[in-house]
């Protein structure tokens, strides 16, 4: 299973960015992906998350500047950035919650990350 991100960039402050993360490769079901990101000297933080019902979770520092969706039927989860903050950069890392078979359960993947630089 492998998932892979794209979309990150240079951006100045209030402008917008879409990140992509596709998951490919063999596996029985997806139950869930998200967002998470790491800036320099600090932990990796949740930014937003999908489940395959679509039900959405943000952390509160980007809710109502940053739309996560999904598309079941491609395997990809979509994160739509508008009036970013300098504050918004770090490295944006895709998780996904995958079932490689109905008796295996659901464990987290992780793609390579895209950095985000927003720039004041």
């Known amino acids: 299973v492998q998932l892979q991100a794209s979309g990150g960039g240079l951006v100045q402050a209030g402008g917008s960015l879409r990140l992509s993360c596709a998951a490919s490769g063999s596996f029985f079901d997806i139950h869930g992906m998200g967002w998470y990101r790491q800036a320099p000297g600090k932990q990796r933080e949740l930014v937003a998350s999908?489940?395959?019902?679509?039900?959405?979770n943000y952390a509160d520092s980007v809710k109502g500047r940053f739309t996560i969706s999904g598309d079941n039927a491609k395997n990809t989860v979509y994160l739509q950035m508008n009036n970013l903050k300098p504050e918004d950069t770090a490295v944006y890392y895709c998780?996904?919650?995958?079932?490689?078979?109905?008796?295996?359960?659901?464990?987290?993947?992780w793609g390579q990350g895209t950095l985000v630089t927003v720039s004041s």
């Open positions: 998780n996904a919650e995958i079932e490689r078979s109905r008796w295996s359960g659901p464990r987290p993947y």
């Open positions: 999908i489940t395959s019902g679509d039900t959405t």
